[in-house]
């Protein structure tokens, strides 16, 4: 099977010559017909490898943060914000970045963000104080930006049978979970063995790799657009520093109260730059975000269940690997062994619902897999200070695992069915950044129910936990307990969207 050039209605650009990269798909021109040869898989793999690399590097380096504050001397405020930094450029820019490959070129922006996610992780492998890695980091994040709704792009135009798709979209939605699960493990090991910086640097020849494999595999498509005056900059402003002052707002919550001017501040600016945006959109010639696209029921409601989801989903990882740290006294290394049961349901999970997709449509899904992780979720609520990992632990994050496992890749597949390939990127954009958003806001927001329960437990600060012996522990897994136990009425709150995806008619369904 062979890799086919993706269509976009806006053709080619009438303002210059056509070049090779114009012909169209059944062209005799030997050259183009060469880069076509390329099998299917090899867009997959390559697809793929780059979810997982970006999505990898949201969870390996908090591994990592204790060796990077004894080298550098960072603050406790650096320490988040190096984290924080990718989180706030990687959600901002997100809508942007997916938009992008639609205008100028799914190649060609795949490769700028291929390069840049490389050449930051690079240059914050050097880095030699919190200015220099901080900055890094929030390159990092633009690149994965740019980079994590190409990916999905990518799959959808070059795999237009649905069977095919939904098996692309399997292991597509199975490598990208298990890089989000694997992150700890693997920078355990890296901290561990060489240092904290190669948790960066790891990023470096997997990311050359990439880009010599798409420049070989992948089809240069005409852009829609060929200068930066074409695109809609009024909107792309607007939604891009909204974004970003929303997912600032939430962020800062972790560390001060929510009536605090600190948080409410950016929340509201960054509200009345969304409502702009909007404004903007209905008036712009060519909008960045065409609104009619909401329209598209599947497409709506699979970003109110990535939201949802998100928000329960993205807490689960953070408080587990805290469970095991804090509360179980777990090195980096065991915590993220620990998850590797979970990822392994994750993985078959994807498989699964891949498979179940053809059949059932993605609707049925998207209720069972939110249900399956919210049992988890209730039954790690359960667990206490006192038990062990095997006999508490081990078997509710399994069916959590499994729930993500069953849920993203029709999350994808009704975020995208029947869209336009020239809004492909657009629909893996919305989705990327619903769920990306959604994990911000639940883990502030659940971050401090865990805080509050904790503090009112020891009559005073959550911070002084630690120093409080058994009741202190006991404490912090009764908070631990109540942000899950929130986070699993969240997850399945999903499953009530999740009944607005239209259901797949049967003649369509594979039998």
Do not use: C
Not at 77 to 91: K, S
Not at 439 to 449: D, K, N, R
């Amino acid at each position: 099977m062979t890799a086919t050039t993706p269509r976009t209605s806006g053709g080619t650009d009438r303002s210059r010559p056509p070049s090779p990269r114009d012909v169209p798909p059944r062209t005799t021109d030997g050259s183009a017909r060469a880069r076509r040869q390329v099998p299917h898989w090899a867009v997959l793999v390559i697809a793929a490898a780059a979810q997982f690399m970006v999505i990898l590097d949201v969870s390996i380096v908090n591994v990592a943060l204790p060796s990077m504050r004894t080298d550098l001397g960072l603050s406790t405020a650096g320490l988040q914000w190096v984290v924080n930094a990718y989180a706030l450029a990687f959600a901002g820019l997100l809508l942007l970045g997916g938009r992008a490959g639609d205008l100028f070129g799914r190649k060609r922006v795949f490769l700028v963000g291929v390069g840049l996610f490389s050449l930051a992780s690079l240059v914050g492998g050097f880095a030699q104080d919190e200015a220099w890695l901080v900055a890094a980091r929030a390159a990092q994040g633009v690149g994965g930006a740019v980079l994590a709704p190409a990916t999905l792009s990518l799959l959808t135009t070059t795999y237009t049978e649905p069977a095919e798709r939904a098996r692309a979209l399997g292991v597509w939605g199975a490598v990208g979970g298990a890089g989000g699960a694997m992150g700890g493990l693997v920078g355990g090991v890296l901290t561990d063995l060489l240092s904290w910086r190669w948790v960066l640097f790891v990023n470096v020849p997997l990311g050359v790799l990439l880009a010599v494999g798409a420049a070989w595999a992948l089809v240069g498509s005409a852009p829609l657009v060929t200068r930066l005056r074409d695109l809609d900059v009024p909107g792309s402003l607007a939604v891009t520093l909204g974004l970003t002052s929303v997912v600032y707002g939430v962020v800062g919550a972790e560390t001060r109260p929510w009536t605090s001017a600190a948080v409410l501040v950016p929340l509201l600016v960054g509200l009345v730059l969304l409502v702009l945006f909007v404004l903007v959109e209905r008036r712009a010639p060519r909008p960045l975000v065409p609104l009619a696209i909401f329209r598209r029921r599947a497409l709506s409601a699979a970003n109110g269940v990535a939201l949802t989801v998100g928000m329960g989903m993205f807490s689960f990882w953070f408080f587990m690997s805290l469970v095991l740290q804090r509360v179980h006294g777990f090195d980096a290394l065991q915590a993220g062994l620990a998850f590797l049961p979970a990822s392994a349901l994750l993985v078959a999970g994807s498989q699964v619902s891949s498979r179940l997709s053809q059949r059932l449509g993605p609707r049925p899904l998207l209720v069972t897999g939110p249900l399956v992780s919210a049992s988890g979720l209730l039954w790690l609520s359960t667990a206490s200070a006192t038990g062990t990992y095997v006999g508490e632990l081990l078997l509710p994050t399994m069916v959590a695992g499994l729930g993500i496992g069953l849920t993203m890749v029709p999350i994808a597949a009704a975020a995208t069915a029947g869209v336009p390939g020239e809004q492909a990127g657009l629909a893996s954009g919305l989705v990327n950044t619903s769920r990306q958003v959604g994990g911000a806001i639940g883990l502030a927001v659940l971050s401090t129910v865990a805080a509050s329960r904790t503090a009112g437990l020891l009559g005073g600060d959550a911070d002084g936990a630690d120093a409080a012996g058994s009741a202190g522990l006991a404490a912090l897994s009764a908070g631990y307990d109540r942000g899950l136990l929130v986070g699993a009425g969240i997850v399945a709150a999903g499953a009530l969207v999740a009944l607005l995806v239209p259901a797949q008619p049967r003649a369509a369904r594979r039998t």
